[in-house]
């Protein structure tokens, strides 16, 4: 297995256009994860799905913001009508369904917003 | 959501020296994980801590979780510049990352 991979690697868009990204995990992994972050933060925890389940989402995540994992493998991330303050990394991550399981990220989708 | 408050936020160092970075939060976790992120790529797990008063060493990075649970530090002994990257901690229930701390280890 190859870890998490996500694409993809850069993203440039003009303001008002929509995106989207695509996350493969590890493929034993039923965990995925979304988060976003700006330079030098932490990640910012922005949605999470069990299989094809979308369990829980940040208040972060605006409307503008979906999410999918709809055969319980990939995922994607779409953001409608981008705003400049969108402009972040995107990363994913997969992990096993156990409390403190660790997380497997990918190294990210950098979106810039112009 | 439970925060998790990292200090200091970046650390600049020569080679050689040794350094601690702390994270801390007024709510009691079950464990904490501690993740390095090095420029263009995602975090990597270093250690889940789990036990209160738990010690554990990895190489020259020594972590400690808290007797309370409520905080945890990370000390590295001799830093090399391979060590530079932003420093994680992380809740179990991964919904909740550190603010981090950004680490340069210069020549």
């Known amino acids: 297995d190859t870890g998490v991979s996500q694409d993809p690697r850069h993203k440039i868009t003009k303001r008002g256009q929509n995106v989207t990204f695509r996350c493969d995990p590890i493929?034993?992994?039923?965990?995925l994860y979304w988060y976003r972050q700006t330079l030098g933060q932490g990640p910012e925890f922005l949605t999470y799905?069990?299989?094809?389940?979308?369990?829980?989402k940040s208040r972060l995540l605006s409307d503008r913001f979906s999410a999918e994992r709809p055969k319980g493998s990939f995922s994607t991330l779409e953001i409608q009508r981008t705003e400049q303050g969108d402009s972040a990394m995107y990363l994913c991550?997969?992990?096993?369904?156990?409390?403190?399981?660790?997380?497997?990220f990918g190294n990210g989708t950098r979106l810039t917003v112009t | 959501t439970q925060l998790l408050e990292q200090s200091p936020q970046f650390l600049s160092i020569q080679e050689g020296e040794n350094l601690t970075v702390y994270c801390n939060s007024s709510?009691?976790?079950?464990?904490l994980q501690w993740y390095r992120q090095e420029p263009g790529e995602g975090p990597v797990l270093l250690v889940t801590?789990?036990?209160?008063?738990e010690v554990k060493k990895l190489k020259r990075l020594t972590f400690q979780f808290g007797d309370a649970r409520k905080d945890s530090s990370l000390h590295i002994t001799a830093a090399q510049p391979g060590d530079t990257g932003l420093y994680l901690c992380?809740?179990?229930?991964?919904?909740?990352f550190g603010t981090g701390t950004r680490l340069q280890v210069t020549l």
């Open positions: 991550a997969s992990s096993l369904a156990m409390r403190g399981a660790p997380l497997h």
């Open positions: 493929s034993e992994h039923n965990r």
């Open positions: 799905f069990q299989n094809e389940a979308q369990l829980e």
């Open positions: 709510s009691v976790f079950s464990s």
């Open positions: 801590v789990v036990t209160g008063g």
């Open positions: 992380a809740g179990p229930s991964k919904l909740t």
